[in-house]
């Protein structure tokens, strides 16, 4: 099993930049396919990006590429999402999960989710 702990959310401006970050404790880190999602007010959670276990391999939506980068740190057990240029429909609980062997989008696959963290982005 990995626990997932996610911090660096907050309230920013239209433009800004945020990093939020995760660390697993728990089974090595490295063996885990690592995600970022999201979910606002009334609305389905959403996938943002992923990185696989090396960090050689990103997927990002469509709505956060270009502005949002996934990384990871294997030996500090932490994943990060770097996000700029934030817009207001950013806002939205942002939330890590981890699984094995799973690399795709669709949330209901990730075994481990965190707390999530909120951001805000005011016009």
């Known amino acids: 099993q990995v626990q997932l702990v996610e911090s660096g959310g907050g309230l920013v401006q239209a433009g800004d930049s945020l990093r939020l970050s995760c660390v697993a404790s728990?089974?090595?880190?490295?063996?885990?396919?690592m995600g970022w999602f999201r979910q606002a007010p009334g609305k389905e959670r959403e996938f943002v990006a992923t990185?696989?276990?090396?960090?050689?391999?990103?997927s990002y939506s469509d709505s956060v590429k270009g502005r949002f980068t996934i990384s990871r740190d294997n030996a500090k057990s932490t994943v990060y999402l770097q996000m700029n240029s934030l817009k207001p429909e950013d806002t939205a609980v942002y939330y890590c999960?981890?699984?094995?062997?799973?690399?795709?989008?669709?949330?209901?696959?990730?075994?481990?989710w965190g707390q999530g963290t909120q951001v805000t982005v005011s016009s």
């Open positions: 728990g089974r090595a880190f490295s063996r885990y396919v």
């Open positions: 999960a981890a699984d094995v062997d799973y690399t795709g989008s669709r949330a209901s696959a990730y075994d481990y």
């Open positions: 990185i696989r276990w090396s960090g050689a391999l990103t």
